[in-house]
């Protein structure tokens, strides 16, 4: 653009420059005339208001070329604008219960796996807080706690619609779509029992108080659900399956579906726009393998 710019602004002064000089032909150097006064560094021949002309073309040239160094300036900044870099290997993915343990398709829980943390947080519920269903891990619980604080702070109002949900949880809310909808739209949306991430205790469905566009699509386009996109991330929080990327993930959009993995990681993920299958380079699994990755304590 700088150049452009330049290229511009020079052929109009030039075109300027020679049409203001045609109107003023040069005075004629005669023996009797010095062209520079030794005394003054001046021409004498020009006149001061062709002097005073010459020199505007000059501080427009300058202006453009200051011009550009402040935009070079700019984009270099924004080039070294500070990037996370986590280390991926600083907690195992193939571990249960650590914090990054990536679920899916292709990678299964043990059946008798209990995250050993559980715990209610202090937020709006869908469910009695007896309810198994309303806990989640201690981290993610408090991160939770302080998110939903944020947002009614914006008067953003949130609940926990869905967190922890053991093995035999996961039995019957996956037969039971399966009951109403099929299998195969039920794969698109919920995991067979052992595949899904919220038997870790880490994954947190989310809803406006009121319930309106509850576990459907429609919510990302709620106040709710815009706060939730914009900021989840800060509390380490990411939307796992994100839209147009079921691809990457083997699930449709669900904008309400939490994971949280910490804010480090959230931070990357968010500023990335990558899947934790991309980010660790995992296989990407669309359908159920006949041999699952088998995840385990210890791992
Ligand atoms: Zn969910």
């Not at 052929?11 to 030794?38: A, C, D, E, G």
């Not at 007896?130 to 109002?157: G, Y």
């Not at 399966?178 to 739209?185: D, K």
């Amino acid at each position: 653009m700088c150049t452009l710019l330049k290229v511009s602004l020079i052929n109009i002064l030039k075109l300027k420059f020679k049409n203001s000089t045609s109107r003023q032909p040069p005075v004629p150097v005669t023996h009797l005339s010095p062209v520079i006064n030794p005394a003054t560094g001046q021409n004498p021949q020009l006149p001061q208001r062709q002097r005073s002309k010459r020199l505007v073309p000059i501080l427009l040239i300058l202006l453009v070329l200051l011009f550009c160094l402040v935009l070079i300036r700019k984009n270099t900044q924004t080039a070294k604008a500070p990037t996370l870099n986590v280390n991926r290997s600083q907690y195992s993915v193939n571990d249960p219960s650590s914090i990054w343990v990536v679920v899916n398709k292709g990678r299964v829980l043990p059946s008798d796996f209990i995250p050993a943390d559980l715990a209610v947080p202090n937020v709006a519920l869908r469910l009695p807080s007896s309810d198994p269903e309303m806990q989640l891990r201690k981290t993610a619980a408090t991160a939770l706690e302080q998110m939903f604080s944020a947002a009614n702070q914006q008067n953003v109002h949130l609940m926990l619609a869905s967190g922890y949900r053991s093995y035999g949880e996961q039995v019957s809310v996956y037969s039971g779509f399966v009951g109403t909808q099929g299998v195969q739209s039920t794969d698109a949306s919920s995991a067979k029992p052992g595949y899904s991430e919220h038997q870790l205790g880490l994954a947190a469905d989310v809803e406006p108080t009121d319930r309106n566009c509850e576990t459907d699509p429609c919510f990302a386009a709620t106040p709710e659900g815009q706060w939730v996109a914009a900021n989840s991330y800060k509390y380490g929080f990411i939307i796992r399956y994100p839209k147009d990327k079921q691809n990457l993930t083997g699930y449709e959009y669900e904008p309400w579906h939490l994971r949280f993995v910490g804010s480090a990681l959230a931070m990357q993920l968010h500023g990335n726009g990558q899947t934790m299958e991309q980010f660790f380079g995992l296989p990407v699994y669309a359908d159920y393998p006949a041999n699952p990755y088998q995840l385990k304590i210890g791992q």
